[in-house]
């Protein structure tokens, strides 16, 4: 069997993509046989109106026609197709602002199969970079082409708003998506889709490919990436309730292809598992508090007999929960959250960051901490501070040996420890009683999840007998809560630091407790006029270079600051710019 004439292919190629455009109410197709236009062999015109007025025309898109000969009808069968244009061809439709290139695998007058590639000045730009010497071909990918008309139809629009978009770019720098957050602070990322009044489904949302853009100035933009959508996700107000009883007032909608999800937590899922039911799912993920209240409501929802979600209400039972494991969850969990409530941590318990080994040990910390039971020690073990990591969390506790074979744990910042335990320091061979959250440093501060802050005032600021010694320590003390606020920049660090400097400096007016006093407040405020002439003020009196370095550091005069820095060696310099006040000039920068 020979092969079929090369104009005959042509003409059955058109014919098959006229006839499945003629089923749209919206295109007019203008498509000519045996065309001698360069590159070109048409265009396809989309209206917004059955009406086809000119007035009514939203699209005007250029087409070039490729009919190939196939002698096996599992060719027809195929999704993707690789096809080679010419160079030329390729920078015609870059200077035009691009094209929608079909090739149509024709196997004979009644069988064929349309493929289609969507070339614009983005794809245009890669397919032309770094050709080779005489170069006068390249290979595209084209891919099967939608027979759904309404998926047709969106498609042209879709192309349509993209031209318009990537039209100026054709000559203008290419911006890929890595380089995206080198510049991202000066553009902003987008990608804009637009309904058709005739047409719009949920599955040409997924089944397209989308450009994003950067928009450089206002209404100007930049193609950065060609991505395919594969899921959506919105949070709306939505109220979950269960016989009034509200459990949840906002959920994320997830959209996929011919598939709506919701998370009504960040534990709790309704997959939809085919048009009209849907899965009822819960996870360990979220705060231990999410979590707790995803378990009260599928233990309501596998009792009652319906629930709404906003509007709508389920009449439908839940199935497939053992209420004895869930309500056996619910006991675990709420003790956890006792626990955690006596051990005053504030940050949320993460539930995917819980081993099985955390399980364990926060069942044990319950009765240790809350329960106050003494346990059997297995081997000699000394009494001190220990440290628990349990999940995201990082707990301090102290441990006492007993002596009688058992031991006896206690939260380190509970008011009962800050009374009975105390360091002892030796002076001039006088035994000292000082706070044990003298210890406390830095790093405690930025990591420890259970300090309470106000017990730690409380014992610092009610010594039974102040001295210097015991002043130099709490200074240091206080410089490490700066330390640690400037990382963290959680103000109850701040207020911390601020109400114990502000006793220290009752109890001792030297000129580093001072200073220390200004930079505390300079992280809350700016200094008020009485506060910058009493500085001066000192300022005039001092020689001690790496005084007058801070106090200039405090004042913000940044010549003053060049100077003196100068001034100091070079170990000086690496030991001031350790002190908490060195981050002001940092943050100043």
Partial sequence: MGKINPEKIEEWSIDGLK??????????????????????????????????????????????????????EKDLNKEKITFSVKISDLRNYQNDGGVIFFVIYVLNSEEYKIFYRKLLPYDLKRLLNNLKNKQRTKKIKLCSFPTDIKK??????????????????????????????????????????????FSSTLDNLFDEEHYLYAEKISNVYSPIARMKVESMKTIVPLRIYIDEKEYFQKAEVILRKAK?????????????????????????KGT?????????????????????????????????FDLILLQKDIDFFERVKVLLEHLNVQKPLEMESLSEKDFRNLDILYEYIVENKDFKIECKKDSGIEIYEVGNLKLMFLFFNLENGKGSYYNFFDRYISNRCKLIKNFNEKRVEYPIYILLTKDCFLEIDNINYEVI???????????NEYGNDVNELILDLLKAYDEKKESIILETALDIIKWLKEKDNSIYIVLNYYQTILRKRALSKEEIKNLKSLERKEENIEILL???????????????????????????????IWNLVKESK
């Fill in 19 to 72: 006839g499945l455009l003629k089923k749209s109410e919206y295109i007019k197709s203008e498509i000519n046989s045996n065309d001698k236009t360069p590159s070109w062999d048409g265009n396809l015109y989309l209206y917004s109106n059955k009406e086809l007025k000119k007035e009514q025309l939203i699209a005007k898109v250029p087409i070039q026609i490729k009919g190939h000969e196939v002698n096996k």
């Fill in 152 to 197: 047709i139809e969106e498609m042209i629009n879709y192309f349509q708003q993209d031209r318009k978009k990537q039209y100026s770019t054709t000559e203008a720098e290419t911006i890929d998506l890595l380089d995206f957050e080198k510049i991202k602070e000066n553009m902003k990322c987008l990608s804009k889709i637009k309904k058709l009044s």
């Fill in 260 to 284: 709506i999800d919701l998370c009504i937590s960040k534990c709790v899922y309704i997959k939809q598992t085919d048009e009209s039911k849907g899965a009822l799912k819960i996870e360990r």
């Fill in 288 to 320: 231990l508090i999410d979590f707790i209240n995803g378990l009260n409501f599928v233990k309501s929802i596998s009792t009652c007999s319906h629930f709404n979600i906003g509007d709508m209400v389920y009449g439908e039972k839940v199935t497939g």
């Fill in 457 to 467: 005032k409380e014992s610092i600021m009610n010594v039974k007998e102040y001295s």
């Fill in 550 to 580: 801070g106090i200039s550091i405090i004042l913000e005069n940044k010549t003053n600051i060049d100077y003196y820095l100068e001034e100091l060696t070079v170990e000086q310099k690496e030991k001031f710019k350790q002190y908490p």
